[in-house]
């Protein structure tokens, strides 16, 4: 087994806050001497039926301590997924049917397995502890907590003062997975940023059971390709694992140079040192950002899809992105915009189209391509940096955003 002072190297390596880290010193510790594993816990509502590299950020976590012989614990929030996480919603959140909620579950379980070992995981569903939960179970969960206390969450605050609704489903929703922590006994949890309240109403609830506390391990928001907002596939900046392979290739390839450096942090499996020699790398000019980016994509895809398909998948790029298929004489301009810009108005404006709604039925006919990958979104933005914008076979343009 590995030493705690290696283990602590590279699981605290992109992660934003240890609560606490003295305590998950001590947790690698005993666990290295006894020889016990901890148990690593990570919930996923199955809202969606598709998994996209934000989320995989937490797996590849998980990943990182299954390889260090830890047992990874990975939740299927069936029966929370039927609620809705409340977590950075400004509005009362839809809840799904069973069957949507159960459908999504079966997708997840397929797709996991590209990253973590199949027979190291432990898939849980929390319906099977909260389904066998009476009335009187659930009425002294909610007597664990104080609406005051609930209030103190940010997303509730602000609905609160603004008079939206907050319903007392949502109130319970914190409460339920706090308490997958007790009924799992976990040792550590993983989370996002946003999912602070939560991740830390376990610890309470396993302090009120007369549990050890679980250390709290919070790991930042990956940005979607517009460089700005949590990657969303309702937001449409989304790189799905699923994806064919040139599609995430060409999606990568399209990302900032400043994000890409984010990517390689809670993404590649290089090594920290690895990682921390190419930003020196970059920052002394030895080492061009489209060569690292080429190797990242490289790397993403062939996770996902092995390697003759990303060895196709660089040779489409480079075919299409290289001007072999592009001409020479093709119009260049540069703006400056501390926005990103809506690809439907950069073409209206730039006469690759007579109109937005030209511009979008275009799109909706796979007829538009950035970088030689197929645009499937008409609210796709573009952040800084350099494209190739192509409309049917005939028009192209080069656009540099500063």
């Given at each position: 087994?590995?030493?705690?002072?290696?283990?602590?190297?590279e699981?605290?390596r992109?992660?934003?806050?240890?609560?606490?880290?003295?305590?998950?010193?001590?947790?690698?510790?005993?666990?290295y001497?006894?020889?016990?594993p901890?148990?690593?816990?990570?919930?996923?509502?199955?809202?969606?039926?598709?998994?996209?590299?934000?989320?995989?950020?937490?797996?590849?976590?998980?990943?990182?301590?299954?390889?260090?012989?830890?047992?990874?614990?990975?939740?299927?929030?069936?029966?929370?997924?039927?609620?809705?996480?409340?977590?950075?919603k400004?509005?009362?959140?839809k809840?799904?049917s069973?069957?949507?909620?159960l459908?999504?579950?079966?997708?997840?379980?397929?797709?996991?397995?590209?990253?973590?070992?199949?027979?190291?995981?432990?898939?849980?569903f929390?319906?099977?502890?909260?389904?066998?939960?009476d009335?009187?179970?659930i009425?002294?969960?909610?007597?664990?907590?104080t609406v005051?206390?609930?209030?103190?969450?940010?997303?509730?605050?602000?609905?609160?003062?603004?008079?939206?609704?907050i319903?007392?489903?949502?109130?319970?929703?914190?409460?339920f997975?706090?308490?997958?922590?007790?009924?799992?006994?976990a040792?550590?949890?993983?989370g996002?940023?946003?999912?602070r309240?939560n991740?830390l109403?376990?610890?309470?609830?396993?302090?009120t059971?007369?549990q050890?506390?679980?250390?709290?391990?919070?790991?930042?928001?990956?940005?979607?390709?517009?460089g700005?907002?949590?990657?969303s596939?309702?937001l449409g900046?989304?790189?799905?694992?699923?994806?064919?392979?040139n599609?995430?290739?060409?999606?990568?390839?399209?990302?900032?140079d400043?994000?890409?450096?984010?990517?390689?942090?809670?993404?590649?499996?290089?090594?920290?040192?690895?990682i921390?020699?190419?930003k020196?790398a970059?920052?002394?000019?030895?080492?061009?950002?489209?060569?690292?980016?080429?190797?990242?994509?490289m790397?993403?895809?062939?996770?996902?899809?092995?390697?003759?398909?990303t060895l196709k998948?660089k040779?489409?790029?480079?075919?299409?992105?290289?001007?072999?298929?592009?001409?020479?004489d093709?119009?260049e301009?540069?703006?400056a915009?501390?926005?990103?810009?809506?690809?439907?108005?950069?073409?209206?404006?730039?006469?690759?189209s007579?109109?937005?709604?030209?511009?979008?039925?275009?799109?909706?006919?796979?007829?538009?391509?950035?970088?030689?990958?197929?645009?499937?979104?008409?609210?796709?933005?573009?952040?800084?940096?350099?494209?190739?914008?192509?409309?049917g076979?005939?028009?192209?343009?080069?656009?540099?955003?500063?």
């Amino acid at each position: 087994m590995f030493t705690p002072d290696k283990q602590l190297s590279e699981l605290s390596r992109g992660v934003s806050e240890i609560i606490t880290e003295a305590e998950f010193v001590e947790k690698l510790r005993k666990s290295y001497e006894t020889g016990i594993p901890l148990k690593v816990k990570a919930g996923f509502d199955p809202t969606a039926p598709d998994i996209h590299l934000g989320h995989t950020v937490l797996i590849e976590k998980m990943r990182q301590f299954q390889e260090f012989g830890h047992e990874v614990i990975f939740l299927i929030g069936d029966f929370t997924g039927m609620i809705g996480d409340p977590s950075g919603k400004n509005e009362l959140r839809k809840p799904l049917s069973k069957e949507d909620v159960l459908a999504n579950a079966e997708t997840y379980k397929e797709q996991i397995y590209k990253i973590l070992s199949p027979d190291k995981t432990k898939i849980v569903f929390n319906s099977e502890w909260f389904s066998q939960m009476d009335a009187i179970g659930i009425a002294r969960l909610g007597a664990m907590q104080t609406v005051a206390r609930m209030l103190e969450r940010d997303d509730f605050k602000k609905r609160f003062a603004s008079q939206n609704s907050i319903t007392l489903l949502e109130f319970y929703y914190p409460l339920f997975q706090g308490y997958d922590s007790v009924h799992l006994k976990a040792d550590v949890e993983l989370g996002g940023t946003d999912q602070r309240f939560n991740l830390l109403m376990g610890r309470d609830l396993q302090r009120t059971h007369g549990q050890k506390e679980q250390t709290v391990i919070m790991l930042p928001l990956l940005e979607g390709l517009d460089g700005v907002n949590k990657m969303s596939k309702s937001l449409g900046n989304y790189i799905g694992i699923n994806e064919a392979p040139n599609e995430i290739f060409g999606k990568i390839m399209s990302i900032s140079d400043e994000l890409m450096l984010k990517y390689y942090e809670l993404l590649s499996h290089r090594s920290a040192q690895e990682i921390t020699t190419l930003k020196d790398a970059l920052k002394a000019g030895t080492h061009h950002p489209k060569k690292a980016k080429e190797d990242l994509a490289m790397e993403i895809v062939e996770r996902y899809h092995g390697h003759d398909e990303t060895l196709k998948a660089k040779e489409h790029f480079d075919r299409v992105f290289g001007a072999k298929e592009i001409p020479e004489d093709m119009k260049e301009i540069v703006i400056a915009s501390a926005e990103p810009l809506w690809i439907c108005k950069i073409i209206k404006d730039n006469a690759l189209s007579a109109s937005t709604s030209e511009a979008m039925r275009a799109i909706k006919q796979g007829g538009v391509k950035i970088d030689g990958r197929v645009v499937t979104d008409a609210n796709e933005k573009l952040p800084k940096g350099e494209f190739v914008i192509s409309v049917g076979k005939r028009k192209f343009l080069k656009i540099t955003i500063d």
